[in-house]
């Protein structure tokens, strides 16, 4: 088997629809996209983000960037590994560098990822071109192929689109869990005239319109398709929980028995149910919430 047909995707991903009273007796019909099924490692939006990518790459080794946490560099680390290409992590917290790695990075580790530590001042710095170069350097890696924080660059932008194209006809709003904003560009470009696409920032701190805006600019030269954001979802900001969220997402597990990863989708299901309260959808809507990731460690 070749390294391409180790990441072959399940595309289009399964749309499902289940039944739930909180959105049933509003009258909207809940579909689930399960982008989570896409393939077992590289995962959801970050199989529709990467592969474009790792193509792009033409075999140079991949260095990308992420937290402790980061379900993008276990995907980037799990693509590396199906495709045979090195790849280098460079890990947010200089101070991780002499703990034991959490089972994140020990994952991304045991994929063949070699892991760069920096401290959160260079981190933040990484878009600027010397920083940069100041990085790859102490990583030993100038010639690697740079994806930045999260996947979205203009390929995965351009990527996301299909995803918006597999829902065309199915469904009257779509809505996504956002970090970077990328999956929603796309997304959004790729849906219909009469769909509209809604997405729930997990980060506080409302810079995502304009974010989101900038990567539809690069990737598509202007703003694309109907899409807006509703911040109030995020519970105080990235990886920031809540006992009532916990709740929220294993009733909804043990009720659709759909594994709900924490960090992006609960936040987005647990949006959708209180919009659907509001009475934001209009009776009659087809609602289709993606499931852009799984749970890590899986149970
Ligand atoms: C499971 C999951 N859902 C959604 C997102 C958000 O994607 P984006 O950064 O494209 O907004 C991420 C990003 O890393 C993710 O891991």
Redesign the pocket.
């Known amino acids: 088997m070749t390294g391409t047909d180790l990441l072959a995707p399940r595309l289009p991903s399964p749309l499902q629809e289940v039944a739930d009273h909180r959105f049933a007796r509003h009258g909207v019909r809940l579909l689930l996209k399960r982008d989570d099924l896409i393939h077992p490692e590289v995962i959801?939006?970050?199989w529709r983000?990467l592969v474009p990518n790792l193509a792009a790459a033409h075999g140079r080794t991949i260095l990308t960037f992420g937290g402790a946490y980061s379900?993008?560099l276990r995907a980037t680390a799990a693509a590396g590994r199906l495709l045979g290409l090195p790849t280098v992590g460079v890990v947010r917290g200089q101070e991780l560098a002499d703990r034991p790695l959490n089972p994140s990075l020990t994952r991304c580790a045991a994929d063949g990822m070699r892991l760069h530590f920096v401290d959160r001042s260079t981190y933040r710095c990484k878009s600027e071109p010397e920083a940069l170069a100041r990085i790859l350097r102490a990583a030993g890696a100038e010639d690697a192929y740079i994806v930045p924080e999260?996947?979205?660059n203009t390929v995965a932008v351009r990527g996301?689109r299909a995803l918006g194209e597999e829902l065309r006809g199915h469904a009257d709003v779509v809505a996504?869990?956002?970090?970077?904003?990328?999956?929603?560009a796309g997304l959004a470009a790729g849906l219909a005239p009469d769909q509209r696409a809604l997405g729930i920032p997990v980060l506080k701190g409302g810079f995502l319109t304009g974010e989101t805006e900038a990567l539809q600019e690069q990737a598509f030269g202007g703003r694309k398709g109907t899409w807006s954001l509703d911040d109030r979802f995020h519970f105080g900001g990235y990886a920031r929980t809540a006992p009532e969220l916990d709740a929220f997402a294993t009733d909804f597990e043990n009720r659709h028995g759909l594994p709900v990863?924490r960090?992006?989708?609960a936040k987005l299901l647990h949006g959708l149910a209180t919009l659907a309260d509001e009475g934001a959808f209009p009776h009659g809507t087809t609602l289709a919430a993606v499931i852009?990731?799984r749970p890590f460690p899986e149970a």
């Open positions: 959801g939006n970050k983000k379900n993008h999260g996947g979205s996301c996504v869990a956002c970090g970077t904003g990328g999956t929603l990863e960090l992006y989708v852009t990731g």
